[in-house]
């Protein structure tokens, strides 16, 4: 199959070229593909361990399968690079890949890592008991990475010693047992704050980052909804 490559900032000078199509076996993952582009581009060889990928304008992680006809972007850390501290938020529909979100947060002082992952339940015993078939996640994507930034800038206001923060939630379809979003928070210690600001973290995404969902269930279906309702504090300053 084929795919479309776009090379942007500073990886576009080291593969010489603004974008190409490259053929690559059927089911590839962005891993493979980087592997291929690190055998294809030698100076792009020591930035591919660092870079960010996207596929059809969504952020993709490694494990994540390729498609014909894809268009692929590979581009350095966005705004302002190696002297921030890592972040990523991102809304997919593509399943978790706890190891490589970490691997993304981690700097030379960090020894300290606290994750928080959420799923779907089969079975619900709080309220009325029921089973649950799966469910159905949304989100206002635009929206709903910009509060996670909010989220993530009033983590580090509140424990400033966090390094990495990870945001991620999963849309689409979910069958019990699948992990829905990820909360991930790193330090240089374990008692700088990192259980703390990851509890926040999922506490805050809750209440006013715009995702929804609907359960399904052998009796019918039914969009779960909360009641917080933000006020003006809870707007980005």
Not at 31 to 57: F, T, Y
Not at 77 to 85: A, E, F
Not at 122 to 151: F, I
Request: aromatic share 6%; hydrophobic share 40%; glycine share 8%.
């Amino acid at each position: 199959m084929q795919v479309r490559v776009l090379y942007f900032a500073s990886l576009r000078d080291r593969a010489g070229v603004k974008e190409e199509t490259l053929s690559i076996p059927a089911e590839a993952t962005v891993a493979d593909l980087k592997q291929a582009l690190r055998e294809r581009h030698e100076r792009l060889g020591p930035a591919l361990d660092s870079v960010l990928v996207s596929v059809n304008r969504e952020y993709a992680l490694p494990a994540e399968r390729l498609a014909d006809g894809d268009e692929v972007a590979i581009f350095p850390p966005v705004s302002g690079g190696s002297s921030l501290p890592p972040t990523v938020f991102m809304i997919t529909e593509a399943p978790l890949d706890l190891n490589s979100l970490l691997e993304s947060l981690l700097l030379p002082s960090t020894g300290a890592a606290c994750v928080f992952t959420g799923m779907v339940r089969g079975r619900t015993e709080r309220g009325e008991p029921h089973d649950t078939d799966h469910l159905e996640y949304e989100a206002y994507t635009p929206m709903a990475e910009t509060k996670m930034k909010q989220v993530a800038d009033e983590i580090r206001g509140r424990w400033p010693s966090v390094e990495g923060i990870a945001i991620v939630q999963r849309i689409g379809r979910l069958e019990p047992g699948t992990p829905t979003v990820l909360i991930a928070c790193t330090a240089a210690h374990r008692d700088t704050g990192v259980f703390e600001a990851a509890r926040y973290g999922i506490d805050r995404l809750k209440e006013i980052v715009p995702v929804w969902k609907k359960e399904v269930s052998p009796t019918g279906e039914v969009w779960v909804e909360g009641d917080y309702h933000p006020d003006e504090q809870d707007k980005q300053r």
